[in-house]
């Protein structure tokens, strides 16, 4: 992650870690808001079956409409990062 930057997201630091993603809190220039983006670890970026199982994820939770459910705002890929960027909770 360039100069503390994912795509247009700045990073403010880290929120968690689990076995396929790191969690990072980041903020939204283009909306003003701070948001959390599940970055895919890298050793799983070239993993396809892995990232389609990301980009479902993605895709199941933006089709669910729940407060118990983090919304999605954006999944993308810069040159080495897959993520997904949520509203902060």
């Known amino acids: ?3 503390k930057k994912l795509g247009r997201y700045e990073i403010k630091g880290r929120l968690g870690k689990g076995a396929m ?3 990072l809190r980041g903020y939204d220039p283009r909306f003003g808001r701070d948001v959390a983006i599940k970055v895919l670890h890298r050793k799983f970026a070239n993993n396809t079956i ?3 199982r990301f980009i479902q994820e993605a895709r199941t939770i933006a089709s669910i409409d729940h407060p118990a459910i983090v919304p999605i705002y954006d999944a993308a890929q810069d ?4 993520f997904l960027v949520m509203r902060l909770m």
């Open 1 to 3: 992650m360039s100069n």
């Open 21 to 23: 993603a790191l969690v």
């Open 50 to 52: 892995v990232r389609q």
């Open 79 to 82: 040159d080495e990062y897959v």
